[in-house]
């Protein structure tokens, strides 16, 4: 079974600031994939960022970059020129590949400070 | 297209009660999904249609739980005789291929309230 561990249940950032999230997950799958999703208050969850396991470069998505460590199995994501609109949980999820389900964690709550 | 749609946005029960919500996915995807999430927790994930077929069911899915989609298209999630403990924001997500790899796209949630 997998799992997704966020260690931080809230961060606050300076707008204009960058603030990293962390994610830790554990699987015995060697084909997968994890994913960084926002979900602003009272609103829907959306994507935010993608990686594939086997892909060795990091993900960007404009100011959204992650981190992947694979032998650690630490999947982080940076946010760069925070700004008060990324105010948001932050949920880490993970799916294998070929897989219905995402497993995600606790999610971290990341207040943006104007 | 509107992206995905649940109604309703809230619901209040009282314990026993059977509650009944509606999921409209993107129109042309084919795959849809339930999830729960519980406060502090991420979501967790129920069940599984694609077009009219429930391929998965997680273990969470209680027999007081039934989900349907009928036509492939709406889906509906039932509980019976609700308990304080199936107070959640239910999510449904709809995809257009096959796994969870390539993402989901989320609607905004029922959320439940069992008094």
């Known amino acids: 079974a997998q799992t997704v561990t966020q260690s931080q249940p809230e961060m606050s950032v300076q707008e204009a600031e960058t603030v990293t999230l962390s994610c830790t997950y554990d699987?015995?799958?060697?084909?997968?994939?994890l994913f960084w999703y926002k979900q602003p208050p009272s609103r829907q969850m959306i994507l935010v960022i993608r990686q594939e396991a086997y892909k060795q470069q990091n993900a960007t998505e404009n100011r959204f970059s992650v981190n992947f460590q694979k032998a650690a199995k630490s999947f982080s994501l940076k946010i760069s020129d925070s700004q008060l609109g990324d105010t948001a949980m932050y949920f880490c999820?993970?799916?294998?590949?070929?897989?219905?389900?995402?497993?995600f964690g606790k999610g971290t709550k990341l207040s943006v400070i104007p | 297209d509107t992206g995905v749609s649940q109604d309703p946005r809230h619901k209040i029960t009282k314990r026993g009660q059977n509650v009944t919500f509606r999921c409209d996915p993107i129109?042309?995807?084919?795959?849809l999904y339930w999830y729960r999430q519980t406060l502090g927790q991420g979501p967790e994930f129920l069940t599984y249609f694609q077009n009219e077929a429930q391929l998965e069911k997680s273990r969470l899915l209680s027999d007081r739980f039934s989900a349907e989609r009928p036509k492939g298209s709406f889906s509906t999630l039932e509980i019976q005789r609700t308990e304080q403990g199936d107070s959640a924001m239910y999510l449904c997500?709809?995809?257009?291929?096959?796994?969870?790899?390539?993402?989901?796209?989320f609607g905004s949630g029922t959320r439940l309230t069992v008094v």
């Open positions: 129109s042309e995807h084919n795959r």
């Open positions: 699987t015995s799958e060697n084909n997968y994939y």
């Open positions: 997500a709809s995809s257009s291929r096959a796994g969870a790899s390539y993402g989901y796209t």
């Open positions: 999820a993970h799916s294998g590949a070929g897989s219905y389900q995402l497993t």
